[in-house]
């Protein structure tokens, strides 16, 4: 399920989230290996859930960092924003977790390659309170 | 691989030997599915018969299911060890992120054994586990800063979970709870004091695993389903005021218990209702995987005495059952004070209920001569919550012999100053807060955990009163309340919330099931609930329990319900009846 238009994902109002990681969910069963934990989004507290949620989500940079520290070209920019992940050439350094400030580059611990978010929306509509949505790019 | 076979491996931890190991249960997973059904198998195993509820050979049994953190409201975790509260097999559920850490840690149970000599606190993460020391918890006045310290000082923010004890737990008050995720407990039946006879302070799991579901297209169709009914009319109640949403109706039927039962009518219930703690509603929350999003917070504001221009602001969760609890079984009124009671028993980390009811019996048993000040140290009044709030710490420190033996609960208090006869428990156990009549107080009596929660009876009562139907005989009313126990044992060893008990009948529940591979019907599923049921009940009187001897609060009898007076002899005879034939199917 590849984004056919140029979009991104964007946080409408973290304030509204409840922390159900409805959304981590649905994102991981787009594909057949399903749990919060293989979700290319995450949704953590705030230090302390009674502080709300902080909705962790790639921000499709338009220069990304994560693609420039990638020792083996694994990630590759999109002309407008964002990258994608080539999994064979990806030798699972994570020098890309540790170059995303917002902490989007989320880690696949079974398969040792980094989630990176392909910007679909899939789980926009899993959201019950409409904290998620898709802008153009 | 499998469904059967991702989520039976058993992790196995001995708090003695400080080891762990790792089993593959498939024979229990296969056979009884997970939760409740695979934890009171689990139990036997573990538990000698006459074990001591706070000694190293009482076991801590945690599992999940087969729809945990897979599908809407599949969020409970289920926990089974033997409570020091009523002395029998006990059970409580909780939610938060457990259910989901421990799930994606790859694991479908936990059993936790043995004791520690000294403090420690538990990480485990997939199938390791890691000791470490508690020393710098143990003892911390507030249950919600060892929270916080743990948040900090471990990685998996957002897959795992952190169970912790307060001080309450500590000092084996026998109704201590464990507190998840700040806002979700394992509240009743006093597993806290458990987690502290083993000088475990702190659980963590993290949970950063997956599963390959076998039939993907299937599994997202039966998933968007029932996302759409949770989401819908069978939850509103929940969803919009959450369970402070029973207050004033309860309040209205004459069947919400106030001053330690003496009525079922509270004149200051609008002010502790749903409705009014809207105007402090501060956040929702929601357990993994749910959208309901039952979960509310009050906000309060406070100005410092000493500092006028100084405030601080304390987020609260309020449920019904503590506003009853708290509020108008100890004739609170006072909206804030309330909340404030909460927030200690949120710190200390003690079961709202029962610690509220040992307090009404306190109260009564002051006025009434049997005891004096020099017990209680607090001049404790109906509606007077600083007094109330003092005593709650009190319980905790126990600075007398008094608040030591209200730590043991509200039997072994009566039985040791009297007023028995007030003095509301079921084997042991304080009832959560509906007076609605005959059926509810049977099912205390009779129910695996002697909870509101086993059968649900109260809303058997008010749909009595509703329809202004007859009262059925307690033969009739054991076989109700047993046929709803059974049927929630299925939904408890799927690991479903109860909230989502209309999301999930036989339909959704098959069809559930078989996009993850398994093939039961709707016949099966029920016959299985009843095996469940038996297991549970023949576990129990193997430990010794009669059900003749539960004893029935006078109180019980004295104030009249929606459904007129409860009488000793109906209680009876269905306790008769029940015990026959729970016997007669345990041969
Ligand atoms: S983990 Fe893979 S994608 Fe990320 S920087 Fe290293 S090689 Fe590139
Ligand atoms: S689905 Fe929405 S409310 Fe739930 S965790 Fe995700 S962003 Fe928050
Ligand atoms: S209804 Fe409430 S308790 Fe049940 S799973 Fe949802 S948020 Fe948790």
Redesign the pocket.
Same mark, same amino acid.
């Given at each position: 399920m590849i984004a056919a238009k140029a979009q991104r994902l964007v946080v409408l109002d973290a304030n509204k989230c409840v922390g159900c990681q409805l959304c981590m969910l649905a994102c991981s069963s787009r594909l057949t290996h399903v749990g919060p934990a293989k979700s290319h989004l995450l949704i953590r507290s705030a230090g302390g859930i009674e502080r709300g949620f902080v909705v962790v989500v790639c921000r499709a940079c338009q220069d990304p960092p994560c693609a420039r520290v990638c020792p083996t070209g694994a990630l590759s920019p999109l002309p407008k924003g964002g990258v994608r992940l080539s999994s064979s050439k990806c030798i699972g350094c994570k020098n890309c977790v540790d170059a995303c400030d917002i902490g989007a580059v989320l880690w696949d611990e079974e398969l040792e390659k980094p989630l990176i978010c392909i910007q679909c929306g899939y789980c926009v509509d899993f959201c019950p309170y409409g904290v998620l949505g898709v802008e153009a790019l | 691989m499998s469904w059967v076979k991702e989520i039976s491996k058993v992790l196995y931890v001995d708090l003695s030997k400080k080891t762990f190991w790792v089993e593959s249960r498939e024979d229990l997973f296969s056979k009884w599915l997970g939760g409740i059904g695979v934890a009171v198998q689990l139990y036997k195993e573990e538990v000698p018969k006459g074990a001591d509820p706070l000694g190293p050979e009482n076991a801590i049994v945690l599992a999940v299911g087969p729809l945990t953190a897979v599908f809407p409201?599949a @969020?409970k975790t289920i926990s089974v060890f033997k409570s020091p509260l009523t002395g029998t097999m006990a059970e409580s559920h909780a939610?938060g992120r457990a259910p989901a850490a421990i799930r994606f840690a790859g694991l479908g149970a936990i059993v936790i054994k043995g004791a520690s000599e000294r403090p420690v606190y538990l990480v485990v993460e997939g199938e390791r586990v890691r000791f470490r020391d508690a020393g710098t918890l143990w003892g911390m006045r507030s249950a919600e800063t060892v929270g916080r310290v743990l948040r900090e000082a471990l990685p998996g923010a957002g897959l795992r979970t952190i169970m912790r004890i307060g001080r309450a737990g500590e000092r084996l008050v026998r109704y201590a709870n464990v507190i998840i995720e700040t806002y979700r407990h394992f509240g009743r039946m006093g597993l806290g004091a458990v987690f502290g006879s083993k000088k475990l302070k702190a659980l963590v799991v993290i949970g950063r695993r997956s599963s390959k579901v076998p039939k993907i297209r299937e599994y997202r169709e039966a998933y968007a389903e029932i996302l759409e009914v949770a989401r819908g009319a069978a939850?509103k109640k929940?969803h919009e005021l959450g369970t402070a949403a029973n207050v004033l109706p309860l309040n209205k039927l004459g069947a919400l218990p106030t001053r330690n039962f003496l009525s079922g009518r509270f004149e200051g219930a609008e002010s502790i209702s749903g409705e009014r703690l809207l105007e402090s509603l501060s956040r929702r929350l @929601?357990?993994v995987g +749910?959208p309901?999003? +039952?979960?509310h917070l009050a906000a309060i504001r406070e100005q410092y005495e000493d500092e006028k221009y100084f405030y601080k602001v304390e987020n609260v969760p309020y449920d019904y059952e503590l506003l009853y609890a708290l509020g108008s079984n100890l004739g609170v009124s006072d909206t804030v004070g309330v909340l404030k009671l909460i927030k200690v028993v949120e710190e200390e980390g003690m079961d709202a209920i029962s610690a509220g009811v040992a307090l009404a019996w306190a109260t009564e048993a002051l006025e009434r001569g049997l005891i004096t000040k020099e017990h209680t140290i607090v001049e404790l009044k109906w509606g007077d919550w600083q007094a109330y709030s003092k005593s709650l710490h009190y319980i905790v420190e126990q600075p007398n012999d008094f608040y030591k033996v209200l730590a043991l609960g509200v039997r072994e208090a009566a039985s040791r100053y009297g007023g028995e006869e007030f003095a509301l428990h079921y084997n042991g156990l304080e009832p959560a807060g509906y007076h609605t009549g005959p059926l509810y107080h049977l099912s205390l009596a009779i129910g695996g955990r002697h909870s509101h929660l086993d059968a649900g009876a109260y809303g058997m009562d008010e749909g009595l009163a509703s329809a202004k139907a007859r009262v059925p005989e307690p033969e009739e009313a054991v076989r109700l309340i047993a046929s709803e126990e059974s049927w929630r044992q299925v939904l408890n060893s799927l690991a479903v919330?109860l909230?989502?008990r209309r999301v999930y009948g036989p339909g959704a529940v098959t069809k559930a099931l078989r996009s993850l591979g398994y093939e039961l019907g709707e016949k099966e599923l029920e016959e299985l609930g009843k095996s469940i049921y038996l297991e549970r009940h023949t576990v129990k009187l193997s430990e010794g329990f009669r059900p003749e001897d539960v004893k029935i609060p006078r109180r019980v009898l004295e104030t009249p319900t929606p459904l007129g007076f409860v009488t000793e002899e109906y209680l009876r005879r269905g306790i008769q009846h029940f015990a026959e034939t729970i016997r007669k199917q345990g041969r």
């Open positions: - | 409201m @969020s939610g939850t929940y @929601s357990c +749910c309901v999003a +039952c979960i919330c909230f989502g």
